[in-house]
């Protein structure tokens, strides 16, 4: 499950934005790789449909080098913060309750267990800052101005192309 970044933008150059979905797609892969994805599913008792199985290879993904960071992923690590747009605040059930700080539920604990692994990347003081937005057209259009970095999370993690990450060999 990744996070839309703000590559998706018309009016950000998209070259900006690869480096942090790069970022995000190697911590997602290491958080579905060590089991905290699979963990969560059974703490939550929530069952997704997990089409990761045939790439969560880490050595696939790596993380983008800080030090040559540009555009979306300059400014989290700069700024120390992710800025993630998302719908509400609501209360999801197991999904995710955002009414509470900090929120709780399956979606919650999943974007802490990615945090987790770019604080390892980028360091431990980084965090994450959610935007609510009360609807996906306003949510987007936070994304194609740059004013957000990603989505919560919705997609699936891409695959990979002879042990690359589909999204550098197809970019």
């Not at 950000?12 to 089991?35: M, Q």
Request: charged letters at 20%.
């Amino acid at each position: 499950m990744s996070f839309v970044a703000s590559s998706i933008s018309t009016q950000v150059d998209a070259s900006t934005s690869l480096g942090l979905k790069h970022a995000l797609d190697a911590a997602i892969v290491r958080t579905i790789r060590n089991g905290d994805y699979a963990s969560m599913e059974a703490r939550w008792s929530i069952n997704t449909i997990a089409s990761f199985t045939c790439t969560p290879e880490p050595d696939w993904f790596a993380f983008p080098e800080a030090a040559k960071a540009a555009g979306a992923l300059r400014a989290v690590i700069d700024g120390r913060k992710l800025k993630l747009a998302s719908l509400g605040p609501s209360d999801w059930g197991t999904d995710g309750d955002y009414t509470v700080n900090p929120p709780v539920g399956f979606w919650p604990d999943y974007e802490r267990a990615v945090l987790g692994q770019l604080r390892l990347a980028y360091g431990d003081d980084l965090e994450i800052e959610r935007v609510f937005f009360s609807d996906s057209n306003a949510l987007l259009a936070s994304l194609q101005a740059g004013e957000t970095h990603a989505s919560g999370p919705y997609y699936v993690a891409g695959g990979a192309v002879n042990g690359t990450s589909r999204q550098a060999v197809l970019r």
